[in-house]
């Protein structure tokens, strides 16, 4: 029997809230509400979690340590909102390693907070990602070629594409990752979920996210990643595509994703049911080459850079939002260009120089 009340939210439960979106969105609702007792659950699963976990307690958040596989760890009691940021978010999770843990943890692990939602929690926001399009079709992209990365041609043969971007009309049929796939079958159980038991949900498909607190690695957080290898003068690789560096994603500070969150957690009647692209677009975003001169800029350092141009399994090499669905429901928009991103990583990466040169 799912619990009826009002728009208050006396408790939250963020789920995978000592990762890099958990925590920033536990910060942004314990500033906003301080008299709500946050709860962020982990299983310190991601390297450098751990330092994240001062980070909540300075802010008053509580933390318990759980795992999503296991039903029994979800905490008892009932609460008015679940952030759902657990996941293994890594694009090549299961290609060069057994797939289990992926699968239990974002498939799992996703209909355990159902059935949480089901139980002791009638709204969901649950955080997706763009990996739930198809890759083949991204490939199929009419791109052309500047001095510095590439750029999508306004007409495409693709429903969805176009030179703003890839929209929600985008087709999700066809290989999108292992990853990919968990994510858009744990949408569908999202939507059944509501259906059958009325709950209020929300899917942000989110684009590349970056900004401090992102425990950056290659095949994941790779802005922050791009910027470690700078801050901490260490080789990078500029791998597939040519071996160039033009490979283009959007980029959204997780701050930014945070004020859109809030948003919609405070007027979820109105944003119930919905499914919508969340990033940068056009507007921000950046190529690996140009990210490299805003990193040398900002750090003074110019490790070396191999090119490799051997394509990786599962890249694409041009991700933008589109995100007019999303634009026509709010005045909600991006505040940080990818400058601002990139700078508040590299202080970040001052402040904790020491802690970090052991994780990033
Ligand atoms: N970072 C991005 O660019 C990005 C883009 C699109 C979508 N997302 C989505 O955002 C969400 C958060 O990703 P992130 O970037 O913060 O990654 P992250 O790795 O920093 O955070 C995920 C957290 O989940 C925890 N976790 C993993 N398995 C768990 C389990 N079985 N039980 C409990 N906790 C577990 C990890 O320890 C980690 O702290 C994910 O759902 C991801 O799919 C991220």
Request: aromatic share 8%; with cysteine.
């Amino acid at each position: 029997m799912i619990r009826r009340m009002g728009n208050r939210l006396e408790r939250i439960l963020v789920t995978g809230g000592a990762g890099f979106v958990g925590s920033t969105l536990a910060v942004a609702f314990k500033q906003r509400f301080p008299e709500t007792e946050v709860l962020a659950l982990d299983n310190l699963r991601r390297r450098g979690a751990e330092l994240i976990l001062h980070r909540l307690y300075q802010h008053g958040i509580k933390f318990v340590h759980g795992d999503i596989r296991v039903a029994a760890d979800l905490p008892v009691g009932d609460f008015d909102l679940l952030l759902e940021c657990s996941a293994e978010p890594s694009v090549l999770a299961g290609y060069h390693t057994a797939p289990d843990y992926l699968l239990h943890t974002n498939l799992t692990g996703a209909l355990h907070c159902l059935e949480f939602c089901r139980l002791r929690c009638p709204r969901l926001i649950f955080i997706s990602t763009s990996r739930v399009y198809s890759i083949p079709r991204l490939r199929q992209l009419s791109l052309r070629e500047t001095a510095t990365r590439f750029a999508m041609e306004a007409t495409q043969g693709i429903p969805g594409a176009s030179d703003q971007g890839i929209d929600e009309d985008f087709p999700t049929s066809g290989p999108r990752s292992l990853y990919g796939a968990t994510k858009l079958a744990a949408e569908m159980f999202v939507e059944e979920y509501r259906h059958a038991y009325g709950l209020k949900t929300v899917i942000d498909r989110c684009g590349v996210l970056a900004g401090p607190w992102q425990m950056g690695k290659q095949d994941q957080g790779v802005f922050t990643f791009w910027m470690a290898g700078h801050f901490f003068n260490r080789p990078l690789r500029y791998i597939g595509f040519g071996g160039h560096g033009k490979q283009v994603r959007d980029l959204l500070h997780a701050e930014d994703l945070a004020s859109l969150v809030l948003e919609q957690a405070g007027a979820l009647d109105q944003w119930d049911g919905s499914t919508v692209n969340v990033g940068g677009g056009v507007e921000v975003s950046l190529s690996l080459r140009e990210a490299t001169e805003l990193c040398r800029r900002m750090t003074g350092n110019s490790p070396s850079i191999a090119e490799e141009p051997k394509d990786r399994p599962m890249d694409v090499p041009c991700y933008l939002s589109d995100c007019s669905r999303l634009f026509s429901r709010t005045e909600w928009r991006p505040r940080h260009g990818p400058e601002r991103i990139l700078s508040d990583t590299f202080e970040w990466m001052r402040k904790h120089e020491t802690a970090l040169r052991s994780v990033l």
